[in-house]
């Protein structure tokens, strides 16, 4: 498996402004909060964040944050990134807190996309990732949907996923039954259709 680091320095220069100035010397403001103990703002690298991120399992695994030579380990809460070019603006960090629930971001792999595709039907994917609640060691790399026995006119929602063991969905335990990803016919069939009957 692979050990997520990061390494950060505390910044007591707060504010838009202060937030520009750092961007513009390649460095990333970031918030570290949750636990008992107070929000801290730090600054990160912004080539060590962006390589970090590369790997798509940092964003739902537990991440060592080494701030001025302290340890602490994190999870992602949140990350803005630039609307046009995607770097990475800022980022949102909740401790880790042994036997304490935390929320993340999991990515959705979708498997078994031929399937329905062979049977001349079209997949849309709803959503890309979804809110779980857990603890740290139970955090999934990714939730799993499978396509092989969907049908056109399938939608898959997320009571039809199984959580894995000790993983809650966020939405689901708030009475948001979301669509994940549904199975429909070409949108040019009744055109096609039409022709057919004529």
Do not use: W
Not at 19 to 30: E, F, M, V
Not at 92 to 114: S, Y
Not at 117 to 141: F, M, N, R, T
């Amino acid at each position: 498996m692979t050990d997520f680091i990061l390494n950060a320095q505390a910044r007591t220069d707060l504010g838009k402004g202060a937030s520009r100035r750092l961007r513009h010397a390649l460095n990333i403001p970031a918030v570290v909060y949750g636990g008992d103990k107070p929000a801290e703002s730090v600054t990160i690298l912004a080539k060590e964040i962006a390589k970090l991120f590369e790997n798509e399992a940092a964003y739902s695994h537990v991440i060592e944050l080494n701030i001025d030579g302290k340890k602490q380990n994190v999870v992602v809460k949140a990350m803005q990134r630039h609307p046009a070019k995607q770097f990475i603006m800022h980022a949102d960090f909740v401790r880790v807190v042994a036997g304490q629930k935390l929320t993340a971001k999991v990515p959705v792999h979708f498997i078994n996309e031929d399937a329905p595709v062979k049977k001349g039907g079209e997949i849309s994917h709803v959503v890309a990732e979804i809110e779980v609640s857990c603890e740290a060691k139970d955090l999934p790399e990714f939730i799993e949907v499978d396509l092989a026995k969907a049908e056109i006119g399938t939608i898959i929602h997320l009571s039809d996923l199984k959580a894995p063991k000790g993983v809650e969905f966020v939405a689901l335990a708030h009475g948001d039954d979301k669509a994940v990803a549904n199975v429909h016919a070409p949108r040019v069939a009744p055109e096609a259709a039409e022709g057919a009957a004529e």
